[in-house]
């Protein structure tokens, strides 16, 4: 069934360290008492909510039957403007523990009625979750780790971030206790401490999603750009192999690459043809297994 209208709106809730997480809340308007399952929407590495087309796609979501919560995780580097990167001195210090601590802040607040939305009855009890690239790799360990996320959909997620990160990036940790990458879109250079690969390391068996996955025991779904430039899709066929649920598969889309044919800022009036084909088949596994 296919909602017409949608309401959206937004919020912060502080973070276990204190900041803000920003979110928004989607959710389909109905007049009757229908329970509708909520989809948490995690972004990937220098990513953020706003991101190209993941407006779109969480209303596209909503519109197919869930509440979708779409999150700007507390340390991932922007600031108030929405779509600039303006908290560099967080972003040095993402950790994927506290991002794992940020998703449950936002299940908690789900659950205790902190976020909702008046024009929709939202089942916080069955949660989905989304995640693209690095925020695949957090969406796995994430429905390992809490109940109440019981179906998975990651779009070109990272299988292990510790063989990721280059031989150079972890001699500039051990010498300078910093490295730099840049951002190819805004050509700022962003520093990540070495704090980042320490947690990483330290708690390896809880983060990294290849560990995860292994204990993995909800519907997952892993889609990948069959040309990703950025992940290669090896890493999603990594996750399908090693994936202890029943329920599993591994989908490739072809001809496309990291953003699945979209860009930041995402202007067209219809998406792509392989952004479109990504969003069929993830609404179309919640719809099976998120009830």
């Known amino acids: 069934m296919e909602f017409e209208n949608i309401s959206i709106s937004s919020g912060k809730t502080n973070s276990t360290d204190g900041n803000p997480i920003t979110w928004d809340l989607y959710s389909p308007i109905s007049g009757t008492n229908r329970e509708f399952p909520v989809i948490l929407f995690i972004h990937g590495f220098k990513g953020f909510k706003d991101f190209a087309a993941f407006p779109d796609a969480c209303e596209d979501l909503a519109r197919s039957g869930f509440g979708v919560v779409a999150m700007?995780?507390?340390?991932?580097?922007?600031?108030?403007?929405?779509?600039?990167?303006?908290?560099?001195?967080?972003?040095?210090?993402?950790?994927?523990?506290q991002d794992l601590a940020d998703i449950e802040t936002i299940i908690k607040a789900?659950?205790?009625?902190?976020?909702n939305d008046n024009h929709s009855h939202l089942n916080t009890d069955v949660i989905g979750i989304i995640g693209h690239s690095r925020g695949g790799h957090l969406a796995v360990a994430a429905?390992?780790?809490?109940?109440?996320?019981?179906?998975?959909?990651?779009?070109?997620?990272?299988?292990?971030?510790l063989e990721f990160w280059s031989d150079d990036m972890k001699k500039d940790w051990e010498t300078k206790g910093f490295t730099e990458v840049i951002n190819g879109r805004t050509k700022q250079v962003m520093k990540l401490d070495k704090v980042v690969y320490d947690d990483a390391v330290e708690h390896a068996e809880r983060v990294i999603a290849l560990n995860r996955v292994k204990e993995l025991r909800v519907p997952a779904l892993?889609?990948?750009?069959?040309?990703?430039?950025?992940?290669?899709?090896?890493?999603?066929?990594?996750?399908?192999?090693?994936?202890?649920a029943k329920e599993k598969e591994l989908r490739f889309v072809a001809n496309t690459g990291h953003t699945f044919g979209t860009a930041h800022p995402f202007e067209e009036p219809e998406f792509p043809k392989p952004f479109q084909e990504l969003l069929d088949w993830t609404i179309g596994w919640f719809r099976e297994y998120l009830r």
Do not use: M
Not at 73 to 88: H, P, V, Y
Not at 143 to 161: D, K, P, R
Not at 222 to 244: G, K, M, Q, W
């Open 143 to 161: 429905a390992a780790e809490f109940e109440a996320i019981q179906s998975l959909v990651t779009w070109s997620a990272v299988a292990n971030y």
């Open 110 to 115: 789900l659950q205790t009625g902190e976020i």
């Open 72 to 97: 700007n995780l507390s340390r991932n580097g922007i600031g108030d403007n929405k779509t600039e990167f303006t908290r560099l001195d967080l972003f040095e210090k993402q950790t994927f523990t």
């Open 222 to 244: 892993f889609i990948h750009a069959r040309d990703d430039e950025s992940v290669p899709y090896t890493n999603s066929e990594e996750l399908h192999i090693h994936c202890a």
